[in-house]
């Protein structure tokens, strides 16, 4: 024992990280990838779960195998998820109707709690059941499914969802305008792990303000509830927009004021590009040549 904990003593922590980094690219690379040649080697379920179906996208890059797979694995990013909720991409109102909504429901969970268990026990369970409600109600849990493998959606689905928001939108006097980005604007395919990424861009004062965060958050509790990867944030001007990338112009769904066209040196109708046939699923083209 002696002798072992002697030799223990002796390695690096470099060299002991070293030897983590290689035995998580070897465990992720056998639970996404198998092993060729040795079939009847099955892959532990738990390594298949564990591991994202997609892997996100992160603003840093991270060279090391071991700290890689910490942050990519399913449930850092489902805790990852569930503390941020999307707040590092919204505008200031949205922003403070999303802590609003916290707070809301967390002295209403207060109130009922507070006489059963004790104020400060009431109040810790309160703030979680709030912020964990404000999660799945209010923020972009099916678009977070992508990356766990939980959540699918079909073209014919998302197209449906683009017409039924321009009916129910493109007239409301709260809002200036939206745009799609994405895989759709790029002109690539949609998958059945792709979502739907809107940007909707309100008009000003205080009162446009408040409806057009509640339209967002009644479009987000349908969403959740209906199972659709729905990425949308809402903007407070088409300033917003300069934080996507500006060498790709959008898919505008709607522009009432003709803002978001003068914001782009160039652009496309969304609307266009659902009677492209390229894009286009079959049942769409039938209905549009009718």
Partial sequence: MVIWMMSFKGLSWRYLLRKADSIFFIINFISKHG?????????PALLSWLFPYKDKDLPVSIKSPLAYYLIQNKITLII?????????????????FHLGYDLVWAIIFFGLLANLIGWWTAMFF?????HTLNWLLNSHFWV???????????????YSYLERFYDNFSENRALLGAVVLGNMRRGGSIKTTSDLDLRVIRKRGLLNAILSNLILAGLKTSAFLKRFPLDIYLLDDVIGLSRYRLDESPLILFDRGGDIRGFYASRNQCFDLMNNERSMPESKKERHEK
């Avoid at 998820?81 to 949205?94: H, R, S």
């Avoid at 992508?146 to 998302?158: L, P």
């Fill in 80 to 96: 990852i998820n569930w503390v941020f909720q999307g707040i590092l991409g919204m505008d200031k109102t949205e922003i403070l």
């Fill in 35 to 43: 092993m060729d040649g040795m079939s009847n080697i099955k892959v």
């Fill in 126 to 130: 309160s703030i979680i059941l709030a």
């Fill in 144 to 158: 977070m499914g992508r990356y766990i493998g939980i959540s699918r959606v079909s073209t014919e689905k998302i």
